[in-house]
């Protein structure tokens, strides 16, 4: 009964953030236009009850996609004085290989994609129509997949960078710090529309805005060139969790190209990928003394030793082997597993850097959530996993289908622990998806 309030609720934010043209915004104000990554977690949430809806939610993002392959991380459907910097900052039609005339940014977000598709697959109770849907978008997602490793493996090893923060997902991780400390950035004249939205406290500072604005400045001088941006941007980083996804997108694509048959030599190009992807990961991403995967700074050549939610997303991936997986676990509960904390804070809870109610800097994100519920169960942590889960639900149940959450249980006692964006489409999306289970 109460899973069934919670579900209904869901739905409806799902159904009121739909817009007419065929895709989902996060949440009113904040983010009023179609977001890479957050269009796969909506997904599949509307899979669960209206497939139609999914299935526009992912022709609408392919729709944007590049000549290259490339799938932009914002995509401006529409017009909105709610959202800086908006489709005149980015201008995406520097690029001359932009082929959906709709403005978008010039910059990716998470390759889920692939994983999502297959979702989809599982929750379909029509399989011929969602296998021909899949057959219809499936090149689409191997070519995004294929785009990271033709223009953004600069060394050829298998793993992707991102050239922006706000590529990552995990867009004001204090891991960037480190970044941010060896940038000198001009100080632009704007107009911040986000914390018009949010409590100012919560979001980054007018000076992180500046180094934001400064990679995107680089970026369009050289019209969104890849080489040029991977010789030029402060920001180069190889990060866990974007790489984790690429890998378990790509997983996932063999098994549904297997699935639709034909395809041989798309599938050994991905398992190929694949491989050496996960060997690279192990190898460069993993640090022995924290026991936990980090991001690698390209452009300074080290690796950033914080320890993360993203440290523990290769678990999704099944990256790690069986023993390496129980040290990995073993750091999460030391760390972030507290019985006085909800799981998982997006940061370090014993660190100096860790912000509680700043925007990823520390509260608990449902999207992080839900990949690390399945990465658990995939080593057999089901205790861990079911825990995570858990409280997941109860933070929704307790504040409301909020963007981020306070990690700290006592911050919960009056229902008020929920931060950022409200009626948050991918905390309804995945809380429908986690009720199902
Ligand atoms: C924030 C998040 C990012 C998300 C976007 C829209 O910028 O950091 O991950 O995609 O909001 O929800």
Not at 148 to 158: A, I, N, T, V
Not at 317 to 338: C, H, S, Y
Request: proline content about 4%; overall charge negative; aromatic content about 14%.
């Amino acid at each position: 009964m109460k899973d069934q309030k919670l579900i209904s609720k869901a739905r409806e934010i799902l159904n009121n953030n739909y817009q007419e043209k065929g895709f989902t915004i996060p949440c009113q104000g904040l983010y009023p236009f179609q977001w890479n990554w957050d269009s796969g977690f909506i997904a599949i949430g509307f899979a669960h009850f209206d497939m139609e809806k999914a299935k526009k939610e992912i022709k609408t993002l392919i729709d944007s996609q590049w000549s290259n392959g490339f799938i932009p991380h914002i995509i401006f459907h529409n017009e909105s004085d709610t959202y800086f910097p908006g489709p005149e900052f980015h201008q995406s039609s520097l690029s001359p290989l932009v082929v959906n005339k709709i403005p978008t940014t010039g910059m990716t977000q998470p390759h889920v994609l692939g994983f999502m598709l297959e979702r989809m697959y599982h929750i379909a109770e029509n399989k011929e129509d969602i296998t021909a849907f899949i057959k219809a978008t499936i090149d689409a997602v191997y070519e995004y997949s294929l785009y990271f490793y033709k223009h953004r493996d600069p060394l050829d090893e298998g793993l992707v960078y991102i050239y922006h923060n706000w590529e990552s997902g995990t867009d004001n991780s204090p891991i960037w710090d480190d970044v941010w400390n060896t940038m000198e950035s001009p100080k632009y004249k704007f107009e911040r529309r986000d914390t018009t939205h949010v409590d100012a406290s919560q979001r980054p500072s007018n000076e992180e805005y500046n180094h934001y604005l400064h990679i995107i400045e680089i970026a369009k001088a050289h019209h969104y060139n890849d080489e040029k941006i991977a010789e030029l941007s402060p920001f180069l980083i190889q990060d866990p969790l974007f790489n984790t996804v690429l890998i378990a997108s790509n997983q996932s694509l063999i098994r549904l190209y297997e699935l639709i048959g034909g395809n041989e030599d798309k599938i050994a190009t991905l398992k190929q990928l694949t491989e050496k992807s996960i060997q690279s990961f192990n190898d460069k991403l993993y640090d022995e003394e924290l026991k936990a995967y980090c991001h690698y700074d390209l452009r300074n050549k080290k690796l950033l030793r914080y320890v993360s939610s993203s440290s523990f997303a290769p678990l999704f991936a099944e990256i790690p082997d069986q023993k390496r997986a129980d040290e990995l676990v073993g750091t999460l509960m030391d760390k972030f597993g507290n019985e006085d904390q909800y799981m998982c804070a997006s940061f370090d809870p014993t660190h100096e850097r860790y912000k509680p109610k700043q925007y990823w800097r520390g509260p608990v994100w449902i999207n992080l959530n839900w990949l690390l519920y399945h990465g658990l169960n995939k080593y057999g942590y089901n205790a861990i996993a079911q825990r995570v889960k858990d409280d997941s639900i109860e933070i929704l149940e307790k504040n409301g289908f909020y963007e981020y959450f306070d990690a700290r249980k006592e911050e919960h006692q009056n229902n008020t622990a929920g931060y950022g964006g409200n009626n948050f489409s991918w905390s309804a999306a995945l809380l429908i998806d986690l009720l199902s289970e």
